[in-house]
């Protein structure tokens, strides 16, 4: 299959005109400078100098390149314990932030996908009984950490006997360990090493309870900013950024390891303009299928690539083979044996372009003894035809372009599409017109991987939100293509 055409960019500056570029600086920097919170007690993250208060650390380098790429100035805010950062969420002390995801700081921040991910273990002190991360779980065990910490947040949700002892930042949280002679401390494994060597005889455990993915992220109600921030991530792993960044700070695979690339693979098809419009000068993409694709990478906190395909077969094929997690495609029973269908979002109708001066005015005058009609068999318009019409011949084309030649050399009386691409088509060729009326409404839906059930109920759900919220109707309007193709109920 041929190499999937990326419409977005690796490179997230590149993605806007230098006025969007000024419109999402404005929502990431409302005060003109970019205040990047730093959270210097995680030394994945930053450290600060004790003396000079400096901050040094791969969130620092990120939140500098992020200010670069947006041409504003960049301001580092210290925080000692990530906690205390997402207390600070609604304050406006910060417009950017790095720590470890979890769900229960989500109400407050938007996240990117992870750039790192970490181990949350335990240390234990000398001549602990305690082996293995299970044996930490049981009833008379205390474990010093720090207030709402990822970890923190982590082991409130899933122990069952061991008891939870909060300092409000990791030293203090360490001192507890040692002044109460508590049975272990919980943090990042990485963290743990510098203060194992604190106390001759403790042990690191082996393993983990937890992974800890480290992302950027920003305070709740800036929509635009938070889709741009998990692209800016994702380019700052493909590019090589940010395994340099841990090189230079002398963190190896031991310490983190760079996250998977976390994009939302989306395709639909270029030639069909009820889903979308592509603008052959920039890319952009716009209409239903860019607006719905948004809104899942959003709902599923992942950068949107969005891919344009030729050919319903292509879509289905990235689909299949898992090239695409999501392809935008119209339903069809032939087509389910492949591919998992959500429910119909849109309908766009189909009809046919006849001669300008032909007798036919309505679908039905088509399927007429000694008339010719031609279709792409692939699509779902000719699918249609293939196996409805009763008197007409149908004609197999490989594609638009062999159907309108046909069309005007006289050797078919009409050329079938949906309504949307044949009034662009009559629009700039005044020998032919559009007939009034459709002769099939083609279910427009998204197509998942077969078997993904989760990723298909996702959809589903975003979909009837979509649809509660005309969001699909809006679209439509904004597109241009009212009469052409309708919400689906």
Same mark, same amino acid.
């Given at each position: ?93 910060? !417009?950017?932030? =790095?720590?470890? &995801?979890?769900? $229960?700081? /989500? ?5 990117? @996908? %992870?750039?790192?991910? +970490? ?86 455990? !082996?393993?983990? =309870?937890?992974? &800890?993915?480290? $992302?950027? /992220? ?5 929509? @635009? %900013?938070?889709?741009? +921030? ?105 087509? %389910? ?109 998204? %197509? ?42």
């Amino acid at each position: 299959m041929r190499k999937l055409l990326l419409l977005i960019t690796l490179m997230p500056a590149l993605l806007f005109a230098q006025s969007s570029i000024t419109q999402l600086a404005a929502e990431f920097a409302p005060t003109g400078t970019l205040r990047a919170g730093i959270n210097h007690s995680n030394p994945i993250l930053a450290t600060r100098n004790p003396q000079t208060g400096e901050l040094k650390g791969i969130a620092v380098d990120l939140a500098r390149e992020l200010g670069r790429h947006l041409n504003v100035p960049v301001t580092l805010v210290p925080f000692d314990a990530a906690g205390k950062m997402t207390d600070t969420a609604r304050a406006n002390v910060w !417009d950017l932030a =790095f720590l470890g &995801i979890d769900p $229960a700081r /989500a109400q407050e921040i938007d996240y990117s @996908a %992870a750039w790192v991910e +970490l181990e949350g273990t335990y240390l234990v002190p000398a001549g602990s009984p305690l082996r293995t991360i299970a044996d930490v779980d049981r009833p008379g065990n205390r474990i010093s950490v720090t207030t709402k910490s990822a970890y923190d947040l982590f082991l409130t949700r899933t122990l069952k006997n061991a008891q939870i002892v909060r300092a409000p930042a990791t030293p203090e949280s360490i001192d507890l360990f040692a002044t109460q002679h508590l049975e272990a401390l919980a943090a990042p494994r990485t963290a743990l090493i510098p203060v194992a060597a604190r106390f001759p005889g403790s042990r690191i455990l !082996d393993g983990h =309870f937890m992974t &800890i993915p480290q $992302a950027a /992220a920003i305070p709740k109600g800036r929509p @635009a %900013a938070a889709r741009y +921030l998990r692209t800016f991530i994702e380019e700052m792993k493909a590019s090589g950024f940010v395994a340099d960044a841990l090189k230079r700070h002398g963190l190896t695979a031991n310490d983190a390891i760079i996250a998977p690339a976390a994009y939302l693979r989306v395709t639909f098809l270029a030639g069909n303009p009820t889903q979308g419009k592509s603008d052959p000068a920039t890319g952009e993409v716009t209409g239903p299928v860019r607006e719905l694709a948004d809104k899942l990478a959003d709902t599923l906190n992942r950068p949107l690539k969005l891919t344009p395909l030729n050919g319903v077969p292509a879509v289905l094929e990235s689909v299949k083979t898992h090239q695409a997690d999501l392809g935008f495609v119209a339903a069809d029973p032939s087509r %389910a044996t492949e591919v998992d269908f959500s429910q119909v979002y849109l309908l766009g109708w189909a009809s046919y372009m006849v001669p300008a001066a032909a007798p036919q005015r309505t679908v039905a005058d088509m399927d007429q003894p000694g008339l010719k009609v031609a279709a792409t068999p692939t699509d779902s318009p000719g699918l249609y035809l293939s196996r409805n019409l009763k008197n007409a011949t149908f004609v197999p084309v490989k594609s638009q372009e062999e159907g309108l030649r046909l069309l005007q050399n006289g050797e078919i009386q009409g050329f079938a599409t949906n309504r949307q691409r044949l009034l662009q088509l009559t629009a700039a060729d005044p020998r032919f017109r559009v007939l009034t009326d459709n002769y099939f409404a083609v279910k427009q839906a998204i %197509a998942v991987p077969k078997g993904d059930t989760a990723t298909l109920d996702v959809v589903n759900r975003v979909l009837t939100e979509a649809k509660a919220s005309r969001l699909i109707e809006a679209a439509i309007r904004r597109a241009g293509l009212t009469g052409a193709a309708d919400q689906a109920p």
